[in-house]
Each structure stands twice: as C-alpha cells, then as structure tokens.
Nanobody, 114 residues
Framework: QVQLVESGGGLVQPGGSLRLSCAAS????????MGWYRQAPGKQRELVAN???????YYTNSVKGRFTISRDNAKNTVYLQMDSLESEDTAIYYC????????WGPGTQVTVSS
C-alpha cells in the first residue's frame, strides 16, 4: 500500500515563502503525474500545479510566476516552492500522485496572514 506524507506547511506573512514536500512510501514501480491541490474554506478543491513524468509542469493561472513545482524521482518526492504568498493562498494543500491510480496525502495547512 502506498502512502503520501506532506510537510512544510505553516503560517507565513504576505509576501513570504514556504516550501512544501510530499514523499511517497510503499511498493512503488513508477509514478506518473505528481501534483498539488488546495482547498480553501467554503471552496472546492482545485489543482494548483502538477508535473508529468517527463518533467513538464502545469500551473493554474493564479500561481504562475510565484510557485514552482519540481520532482525527485529517486526519492519519490514532489516539491512546491511558494513565493510571494498572498492571503488568497490560504488553504489546505494536498499532494496527489498517479501510481498509476491516484493516491492522496492527508493535507497540510498553509496560512498567509499578517
């Protein structure tokens, strides 16, 4: 059974940075797409960014130029570097990986507030 564990969330002031990490453990042959989603209070879960096995990233418009997704296949880990954070980025962030079906992490809270 595969499990994902996120880390790196927390409280940060507007304009600050955080780096999220998500590591997969268990019996893993190959990981296809890795991604980050978020869910703010009262809103639906949305895709923030993902990265294909080829290394090609995708970003939702609201985070382009501020967030960077990357992956380390040797460590079965995906990262999300978040810079210039805004209050609208406050949410629970979830990691998801296609191994090959979708596996989800429990989530990590990111709060952007002064």
């Amino acid at each position: 059974q595969v499990q994902l564990v996120e880390s790196g969330g927390g409280l940060v002031q507007p304009g600050g940075s955080l780096r999220l990490s998500c590591a997969a453990s268990g019996t893993i042959r190959v990981i296809y797409t890795m991604g980050w989603y978020r869910q703010a209070p009262g809103k639906q879960r949305e895709l923030v960014a993902n990265i294909a096995s080829t290394g090609i990233p995708y970003y939702t418009n609201s985070v382009k130029g501020r967030f960077t997704i990357s992956r380390d296949n040797a460590k079965n880990t995906v990262y999300l570097q978040m810079d210039s954070l805004e209050s609208e980025d406050t949410a629970i962030y979830y990691c998801s990986m296609n191994i090959p079906s979708a596996v989800w992490g429990p989530g990590t809270q990111v709060t952007v507030s002064s």
